[in-house]
């Protein structure tokens, strides 16, 4: 029986959407979450494998073959959750099938991660391979040395329903045609970049700047937040509780909520 390594899910902690705008975005590792492969079958893995192979990528083409119909891929990262349920899939499917033993470009994960979505930057199953904080940043990733005790204490809030991202990217390019919701996104990408900027500089980040982004998206991207999830974000901030934001596309899946610092 062979072994097989197993990768994390992510999670985009700042930057969603105002990526597509030229912020700055930063993933982490979600070690909470992890897939690996078993031996076994699943259909959609065989269907995932022979995609592979027409692609002109740097995979062996004889293991493609070999693994499509003997393995199944065993993860408790909850898809259309956004935390990164394909990228690990990516980088577990790299590990096994790669043509010689070099090390992933982001370019290859990108394109391998294109079978489930139409378009990837890959830094996805980058965090997830290398199992490292990531800021992406005019179409590059640089490793940063990320410490989760830089930020106020934050959590996953479970929305109990899934989304399709392809359709939010589309509503938020819509808004984007209306001048108003076009200078918020221009705060929000100013707040992003100095948070993240901060992080990357090993700086403490405090719960005002996080609420002020809270704030942003509360009033500009309702229409990204269920109507259950509103109530939780402002009881949470009326009570002095936590301030919640988006995690990735919001619409469904994971929210961000972080503690309130006294």
């Excluded at 719960?207 to 942003?216: A, C, E």
Aim: net charge negative; proline share 3%; charged share 30%.
């Amino acid at each position: 029986m062979e072994n097989f390594r197993s990768y994390p899910g992510k999670i985009l902690l700042f930057g969603e959407y105002t990526i597509l705008d030229g912020s700055k975005a930063l993933a982490i590792p979600y070690e909470e979450y992890q897939g690996s492969f078993k031996e076994g079958y699943d259909q959609r893995i065989e269907s995932y494998f022979n995609w592979l192979k027409e692609q002109d990528l740097p995979l062996d083409k004889q293991k493609l073959d070999k693994y499509a119909k003997t393995l199944a891929f065993d993860s408790n990262i909850p898809e259309g959750y956004g935390v990164g349920s394909s990228g690990a899939l990516v980088a577990a499917t790299y590990d096994v099938c790669k043509a010689e033993d070099n090390l992933p470009s982001m370019e290859t994960l990108a394109a391998m991660e294109g079978y489930f979505h139409e378009k990837s930057s890959g830094m996805d199953p980058m965090v997830s391979y290398y199992k490292k904080a990531y800021v992406f940043e005019d179409g590059k990733l640089t490793e940063i040395d990320f410490d989760e005790n830089q930020l106020p204490y934050f959590s996953l809030y479970d929305s109990r329903s899934s989304r399709s991202t392809s359709k939010l990217v589309n509503l938020y390019k819509q808004k984007l045609l209306k001048d108003n919701f076009k200078d918020a996104t221009e705060w929000m990408i100013e707040l992003n970049n100095q948070i993240i900027s901060d992080l990357s500089a090993n700086l403490d980040i405090d719960s005002y700047q996080i609420q002020r982004l809270s704030k942003l998206q509360r009033e500009w991207m309702e229409d990204f937040i269920p109507m259950d999830v509103r109530e939780e974000w402002d009881k949470a901030y009326e009570e002095g509780i936590s301030n919640f934001k988006l995690c990735g596309a919001g619409g469904g899946g994971f929210f961000l909520e972080f503690e309130m610092e006294e």
